[in-house]
């Protein structure tokens, strides 16, 4: 467990940039550092591995003051990813895995088979260890980083918007390989991060900081998404917060119509290929056999909010539901994905850590559950587009789940 208790740092002209901050990151969890720039958020990471040193107060690191520890025996012991990967230009990619094994005094076989099971872990090709830096792309540096902070399986893993250089899908992807390493390694993270979509969906327990490092809210990320401490924090969200809170809640929960029923809706008709897997919507007033893309989602890996965004995208007005093999099991219309929110609805998210007001330095952190509403990695979908195939069996025409 990490713990700040009374956490200061201020500057020598006297700037303040963290004042007496309390707080407790607790251990095989996420805990994301959220807010403007200028809050403090890099100031108190870079206090758990001393390259801040605090002015007042002290950093605990399993009940032991850092300030006690020697700062590059202390590092050696702490994973730390950041912004730009910060490789080693002149060092292929196993040797940069590798840097601190050589530190700590692996023999130089050890290192590198280490490195190697690391880069199988974060998903890069063998092939990769050969490379330099400047050979590879940024969402495969920033795995390489991860894979480097990795590298002598540290207890703790400090990263500085690690993802916030890369392109929105890469981003999405190194986030969903964070969430698979973290269920198997099950490391005290400090994640640093201005996006707050990043902050819930990467987070087991969110702090909100305002100004010289002050924390708003302390909370788990449905908790805060759905009861903000007050009007700062609630603009700090956004507008949007509830469709985010959507990204939170599990698919597994919406009522399908079943294939028979489901493949009819209004004027349009599901056309299906021989493994009985989604073609497109055909328009059947229409002239053309025209097809239509026929949006997705996967209710045992994807969210209510990607179920949603596949209804509103279909021309039928209803997402198509998929098992693993890509497979149609039903259909789902914009309301009933919508009736999944209710409260007796399966899939609502557990309880997990709060801490609301103004005021709240305090950790809900040790005794709270891990969060359980994250959803599974999700799958592949197949191709929503593609040739001419049988329609649909002939079902139910009603529309009223769902029409043009």
């Known amino acids: 467990m990490i713990r700040f208790e ?36 890099t100031t108190l990471l870079r206090m758990v591995n001393r390259m801040v ?164 809210q302390l909370a788990d990320p449905h908790t805060l998404l759905t009861t903000p401490a007050d009007e700062g924090v609630a603009a700090f969200l956004g507008r949007d917060r509830g469709l985010r809170g959507l990204a939170l809640r599990p698919a597994s929960g919406v009522r399908l119509r079943p294939v028979g029923d489901g493949l009819r809706y209004g004027g349009w008709e599901l056309a299906l290929d021989d493994g009985h897997r989604p073609i497109g919507w055909i328009d059947r007033d229409a002239v053309t056999a025209e097809l239509h893309p026929a949006a997705a989602f996967r209710p045992d890996a994807d969210t209510l909010r990607t179920a949603l965004d596949a209804a509103v995208l279909s021309p039928a007005g209803v997402a198509v539901a998929l098992d693993a093999e890509g497979r149609v099991t039903g259909t789902a219309s914009r309301e009933a994905v919508l009736a999944a929110l209710r409260p007796d609805a399966s899939g609502s998210p557990a309880a997990g850590p709060s801490a609301t007001g103004p005021s709240a330095t305090g950790s809900p952190a040790a005794d709270a559950p891990v969060r359980t509403d994250k959803p599974p990695a999700a799958g592949g979908h197949p191709d929503d587009t593609g040739g001419p195939g049988r329609t649909g069996s002939t079902g139910s025409t009603d529309g009223a789940d769902g029409g043009r």
């Open 6 to 41: 009374g956490a200061g740092m201020r500057h020598p002209d006297g700037t303040i940039a963290v004042e007496g901050l309390d707080l407790e990151v607790p251990t095989g969890r996420i805990t994301v550092l959220v807010g403007p720039s200028g809050c403090g958020k």
């Open 53 to 216: 040193e605090p002015t007042s107060g002290r950093v605990l690191l399993d009940d032991t003051d850092v300030a006690e520890l020697e700062p590059a025996k202390l590092r050696r012991g702490i994973g730390y990813v950041i912004q730009q990967a910060g490789l080693f230009p002149h060092r292929k990619v196993i040797d940069n895995i590798a840097t601190v094994p050589y530190l700590l005094g692996w023999d130089r076989k050890k290192a590198r088979a280490r490195a190697a099971e690391l880069l199988e872990l974060v998903g890069l090709a063998p092939e990769t260890a050969k490379r330099y830096p400047f050979q590879l792309s940024g969402g495969q540096q920033q795995r390489v980083g991860v894979a480097r902070a990795l590298a002598a399986d540290p207890p703790v893993l400090l990263m500085d918007e690690p993802f916030s250089a890369v392109d929105p899908v890469v981003r999405a992807g190194l986030q969903e390989e964070l969430l698979r390493l973290q269920s198997e390694l099950h490391k005290t993270v400090l994640f640093v991060t201005h996006d707050i979509e990043e902050a819930v969906r990467l987070g087991d327990q969110v702090v909100v900081l305002r100004e010289h490092g002050r924390i708003a």
